[in-house]
């Protein structure tokens, strides 16, 4: 075989529903020489980034950790520890990672109801209490940042709501975390996942993971395995928690990426680092807006670090892509289920949220527009980006 050169792939601006680009102080932490995963100084680094953890999920939950996979394994982790055979579930679906949630749900033998939203929109309280009062649950599952409709889920209500009715909260944090607001506590949320790629500037490959007391008295109550073992929190505990007892070689390096994310998060401050997320949506919309593209989701519900609008008719949506990340080296996402071929999704997520991407990004979107037959005003996107600035 010839074997292939030098890895040297052309560089990229990520401001796609994700992965982001990894903050610089992410990618040089990932430089540092490998520890054994049971040696006293790692063991001492996976301390510190469980309490940065806590500090950035806003709880005191003692098993908060990164698992050592992707965000779909937290979705996973959470869900088969909590569920057995012939438990109920309910999950809110206004999405397409709502849906993957039900097929996740459904292949742990529950007993499950969806509760359906047209893509884009969000629930209200009163829908979610009638479901919960007719089947009374042990689990209700929603997505609180939908990365296909760009829909923001208000949750700050709805924990309360489920203790009502002795139901555990399980909320997708993937697109949240690190972006917007994440109390667990405050909003009495029994289980939470996310992802290391988007709001925490890192590469993809751990999701960081949190469940509450009365989600831990749950899994202790198991009259069943947890039917994986690789996820089985009755085994990682023993490894995230006191004894750091052995359970799995973890993904050093990823840990020690995580860590700093964190790092900058907590540097930042998050009041200021969710209005930066804000700050640069609200000019990125402006920009888009000049460009007469329109937001999927409603006003008050649109997630700050990712913008879902609709791709006018006479744009071809694979052409337009191509066109920016060939000639511009921008990505950004293309429409999932409902909006396949409808929508394009624009990320300003952690490292992205940054003025600069946006006025890229609305730079090369007015010449991709224009080449495709859309009548723009040449400039109006970034001079409706600028505008915004200078009032905020």
């Given at each position: 075989?010839?074997i292939?050169?030098?890895?040297n792939?052309?560089?990229r601006?990520?401001?796609?529903?994700?992965?982001?680009d990894?903050?610089?102080?992410?990618?040089?932490?990932?430089s540092?020489p490998?520890?054994?995963?049971l040696?006293?100084?790692?063991?001492?680094i996976m301390t510190?980034t469980?309490?940065m953890?806590r500090?950035?999920?806003?709880t005191?939950?003692?098993l908060?950790f990164?698992?050592?996979?992707?965000g779909?394994a937290?979705m996973?982790?959470?869900?088969?520890?909590?569920?057995?055979?012939g438990?109920?579930v309910v999950?809110?679906?206004?999405?397409?990672?709502g849906?993957r949630?039900?097929d996740?749900?459904g292949?742990?033998g529950?007993?499950l109801?969806?509760?359906?939203?047209p893509w884009?929109?969000v629930?209200?309280?009163?829908?979610v209490?009638?479901?919960?009062k007719?089947?009374r649950?042990?689990?209700?599952?929603?997505?609180?940042?939908?990365t296909?409709t760009?829909?923001?889920q208000?949750v700050?209500?709805l924990?309360?709501?489920?203790?009502?009715?002795d139901?555990?909260?399980?909320?997708?944090?993937?697109?949240?975390?690190?972006?917007?607001?994440?109390?667990?506590d405050?909003w009495?949320?029994d289980?939470?996942f996310?992802?290391?790629?988007?709001g925490?500037?890192?590469?993809p490959?751990?999701?960081?993971v949190?469940?509450s007391?009365?989600?831990?008295?749950?899994?202790?109550?198991r009259k069943?395995k947890v039917?994986?073992?690789?996820?089985?929190l009755t085994s990682?505990?023993?490894?995230?928690?006191g004894?750091?007892?052995?359970?799995?070689?973890?993904?050093i390096t990823?840990?020690?990426a995580?860590r700093?994310?964190?790092?900058?998060?907590?540097?930042?401050?998050?009041e200021?680092r969710?209005?930066?997320?804000?700050?640069?949506h609200?000019?990125l919309?402006a920009?888009?807006t000049?460009?007469?593209?329109k937001?999927i989701?409603?006003?008050?519900?649109?997630?700050?670090?990712?913008?879902a609008?609709?791709i006018?008719?006479?744009?071809d949506d694979v052409?337009g892509r191509?066109r920016?990340?060939?000639?511009f080296g921008?990505?950004?996402?293309?429409?999932l289920?409902?909006?396949?071929?409808?929508?394009?999704?624009?990320?300003?997520m952690?490292q992205?949220?940054?003025?600069?991407c946006?006025?890229?990004?609305?730079a090369a979107?007015?010449?991709v527009?224009?080449?495709?037959?859309?009548?723009?005003?040449?400039?109006?996107g970034?001079g409706?980006a600028?505008k915004?600035?200078?009032?905020g």
């Amino acid at each position: 075989m010839t074997i292939p050169g030098q890895l040297n792939p052309s560089p990229r601006l990520l401001l796609g529903p994700g992965p982001s680009d990894a903050h610089p102080r992410v990618l040089s932490v990932m430089s540092t020489p490998l520890l054994g995963h049971l040696d006293p100084q790692f063991l001492e680094i996976m301390t510190e980034t469980q309490d940065m953890l806590r500090a950035v999920y806003q709880t005191r939950n003692l098993l908060t950790f990164p698992v050592s996979a992707t965000g779909m394994a937290g979705m996973e982790t959470c869900f088969v520890n909590l569920i057995e055979p012939g438990d109920k579930v309910v999950l809110c679906v206004k999405g397409y990672f709502g849906t993957r949630m039900v097929d996740v749900v459904g292949r742990t033998g529950a007993e499950l109801t969806v509760l359906n939203r047209p893509w884009g929109e969000v629930f209200d309280l009163d829908q979610v209490r009638d479901t919960l009062k007719r089947v009374r649950p042990k689990v209700l599952g929603i997505v609180h940042a939908e990365t296909s409709t760009g829909a923001l889920q208000p949750v700050d209500q709805l924990g309360k709501l489920c203790h009502e009715f002795d139901t555990l909260l399980v909320t997708d944090c993937v697109t949240s975390l690190g972006c917007v607001p994440v109390k667990l506590d405050a909003w009495e949320i029994d289980a939470a996942f996310s992802c290391s790629q988007k709001g925490l500037s890192c590469p993809p490959g751990l999701s960081p993971v949190s469940l509450s007391e009365r989600a831990m008295a749950a899994l202790k109550a198991r009259k069943t395995k947890v039917q994986s073992w690789y996820l089985d929190l009755t085994s990682i505990q023993s490894y995230w928690g006191g004894d750091r007892a052995y359970h799995h070689t973890a993904p050093i390096t990823m840990v020690y990426a995580i860590r700093e994310g964190l790092r900058l998060v907590l540097e930042e401050g998050l009041e200021a680092r969710f209005a930066r997320h804000v700050r640069n949506h609200l000019a990125l919309k402006a920009g888009l807006t000049a460009l007469g593209l329109k937001y999927i989701a409603g006003e008050g519900h649109q997630l700050p670090q990712l913008n879902a609008v609709r791709i006018p008719d006479a744009v071809d949506d694979v052409a337009g892509r191509k066109r920016l990340l060939i000639e511009f080296g921008i990505e950004i996402g293309g429409g999932l289920g409902d909006f396949k071929g409808k929508a394009w999704r624009i990320g300003l997520m952690g490292q992205n949220s940054r003025p600069n991407c946006v006025f890229q990004v609305l730079a090369a979107l007015e010449l991709v527009l224009r080449g495709a037959g859309v009548k723009v005003e040449a400039g109006s996107g970034v001079g409706a980006a600028e505008k915004a600035y200078a009032l905020g």
